[in-house]
């Protein structure tokens, strides 16, 4: 598998967590918002490490699972303010204590696509008003054409791995299939199957390999590249 040309694209979207911003462990950091969030709406006997895991593989039937858990609300919108609320909080510490940092080749992309005169956006599954926060904090705004992140009511519905927020931030960007080709970079199995659904170009960039992407071989949809980091990205 080839490395992907940077001109071979017009529109490069980006996924956030772990593919733009390090957050270490972050199978551990998202457990534990969940935790804290289940702990919110139901004080006594939550679920176990191993039950909490199904809950990131389950896509829109999650609201199943916390009724199992014993949360029933009557907006499951609820559940999420308060998980992003968690996040946000732990998030800002852990960015101002400088623990979540962006890596190191993100600058310097941004900076190169931007000389190319690319549009660059943000796909996230992660709450706007926190998306907004990060890339203001690291100075990556200016970068930015359009972000697009997640708000509390039916929004779980078109998060990744719908395509819906892809389609949205391309059609904000007057993206004319015809005309241009579009890429989604990721690191996770949400980002890839969003960008296939999308019709356009998935790259699974690896970071080490953290939990979400193990097992890329078997995925129903496959990346259309493989890179370590965003330095594999070449220029010619
Ligand atoms: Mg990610």
Same mark, same amino acid.
Request: charge should be positive; glycine fraction near 8%.
């Given at each position: 598998m080839e490395n992907p040309k940077i001109n071979d694209f017009d529109?490069?979207?980006f996924d956030l967590d772990n593919s733009l911003l390090n957050i270490p462990k972050p199978s551990e950091y998202f457990d534990n918002i969940l935790l804290r969030t289940i702990e919110y709406f139901k004080r006594e006997d939550p679920p176990k490490r191993n039950e909490r895991d199904k809950f990131w593989r389950l896509d829109n039937h999650y609201i199943?699972?916390?009724k199992v858990w014993g949360i029933y609300l009557?907006? !499951?919108?609820?559940?999420? $303010? #308060?998980?992003?609320?968690?996040?946000?909080?732990?998030?800002?510490? %852990?960015?101002n204590n400088n623990e979540i940092k962006l890596y190191s080749d993100v600058i310097d992309i941004f900076e190169k696509l931007s000389s190319f005169q690319k549009k660059l956006g943000i796909v996230s599954n992660t709450a706007m008003y926190i998306v907004d926060y990060t890339i203001e904090f690291?100075?990556?705004?200016?970068?930015?054409?359009y972000a697009f992140?997640?708000? !509390?009511?039916?929004?779980? $519905? #078109?998060?990744?791995?719908?395509?819906?927020?892809?389609?949205?931030? %391309?059609?904000?960007?007057?993206?004319?299939?015809?005309q241009s080709k579009a890429i989604m970079i990721?690191?996770?199995?949400?980002?890839?199957?969003?960008?296939?659904?999308?019709?356009?170009y998935a790259c699974l960039v690896k970071r080490g390999l953290n939990k979400y992407n193990q097992g890329y071989n078997d995925w129903k949809h496959k990346p259309d590249y493989i890179i370590d980091d965003l330095n594999d990205f070449s220029y010619e």
């Open positions: 529109y490069f979207l199943e699972l916390l009557e907006n !499951y919108g609820e559940f999420w $303010k #308060i998980f992003d609320n968690i996040d946000f909080k732990l998030r800002k510490f %852990l960015i690291f100075g990556i705004k200016k970068y930015i054409h992140g997640l708000g !509390y009511e039916k929004e779980q $519905k #078109i998060a990744k791995p719908s395509p819906e927020g892809i389609k949205y931030t %391309l059609n904000k960007l007057n993206y004319n299939p015809n990721g690191d996770s199995k949400v980002d890839i199957y969003a960008a296939k659904k999308a019709n356009i």
